[in-house]
């Protein structure tokens, strides 16, 4: 599910995006980023991170809008804002692409509410267990809970999040039984450290401290090829070849945006994700970029992940949540 680079031939083109190409008044005011999550959360600080700099580039403030919740009621918000270039959203994976799959009532429509603008970056996930389970790798755990099938318990999110999705797929996959136990904010992290549960799967920022004390072990990560950060931990694709599983994060804008202005957030996005100092506190919090497509490219993106999570979702044989 990466993506390559822009061409160099599309980012000769977007430097032709002149000011005078967009009229001469845009952007004339500030700018506001719809975040979906509460202020603090690490969506919300990738989000700053960006509008920061698209704000220097831009020459205009670009302020962040927090709306705290499951993420509907921030893409609604964006679905229904004025489409005159000044609305943009910062949205996740699961608000563009999986909800749809795992909700019975989504307020609005990720395909026909918004336009792509630009990818930010993907989000792999990690397994990580308490020391004292005897597990030091992927396939060990498999081989556990093949021995002792339904006696594993693992901390999530949820069924219907994205760690408790790979959780969930890793079970399909190895065709073994673990108990998912679902958990609000931080404890299920804590509760794994203190041995109420095996194993946590999470996002990196929410292990990465624990890991590094020895409080947990990393098991495997989602990413296709290991991080850096985790040079030693093998990537679940070692273990069942093909597989990659990541969260990401975009931006796209209100059906109807200006497709100058869209063109022009492009570039400038492209230009502040290929910066190294920008690469680096992303890549600290967990937030793995390599630039941005085109519009059309992220929004052909957009189309192969719905299809995924579709065919997902009907294969784990989840319900939509009522």
Request: aromatic share 6%.
């Amino acid at each position: 599910m990466r993506r390559p680079l822009a061409s160099t031939a599309l980012l000769a083109a977007l430097a032709l995006t002149t000011p005078a190409a967009l009229g001469q008044a845009w952007p004339a005011k500030p700018l506001r980023m719809i975040v979906p999550q509460a202020t603090g959360s690490a969506p919300d600080v990738v989000a700053r991170v960006i509008c920061e700099r698209l704000a220097q580039a831009l020459g205009r403030p670009v302020i962040v809008d927090n709306r705290a919740g499951d993420g509907s009621i921030g893409a609604q918000a964006a679905a229904r804002a004025a489409p005159d270039g000044y609305t943009w959203f910062f949205a996740p994976a699961s608000v563009l692409v999986i909800n749809p799959y795992v909700s019975a009532l989504v307020p609005y429509s990720p395909e026909d509410d918004f336009e792509a603008v630009a990818m930010v970056g993907v989000s792999p996930l990690v397994i990580a267990a308490n020391p004292e389970v005897n597990v030091k790798s992927l396939p060990d755990l498999i081989t556990l809970a093949r021995e002792a099938p339904g006696r594993l318990a693992y901390a999530s999110p949820g069924v219907r999040t994205l760690p408790g999705l790979l959780g969930e797929m890793i079970k399909a996959r190895a065709q073994i039984d673990l108990m998912q136990v679902p958990y609000r904010g931080a404890q299920g992290v804590q509760d794994t450290i203190a041995g109420r549960t095996h194993i946590t799967v999470q996002g990196i920022p929410a292990v990465a401290a624990a890991v590094r004390s020895g409080q947990l072990r990393a098991l495997a990560v989602s990413s296709p090829k290991r991080l850096p950060e985790l040079k030693d931990v093998p990537t679940v694709s070692e273990t069942f070849p093909g597989f990659e599983f990541n969260g990401w994060f975009a931006v796209v804008a209100p059906t109807g945006t200006p497709r100058a202005a869209i063109q022009r957030v492009n570039q400038e996005m492209n230009s502040m994700l290929l910066d190294p100092q920008v690469e680096q506190r992303l890549r600290a919090m967990g937030v793995y970029t390599e630039g941005t497509d085109s519009p059309e490219q992220v929004d052909a993106f957009f189309t192969r992940e719905r299809a995924f999570w579709a065919k997902t979702v009907r294969e784990l044989k989840i319900e939509p949540e009522q």
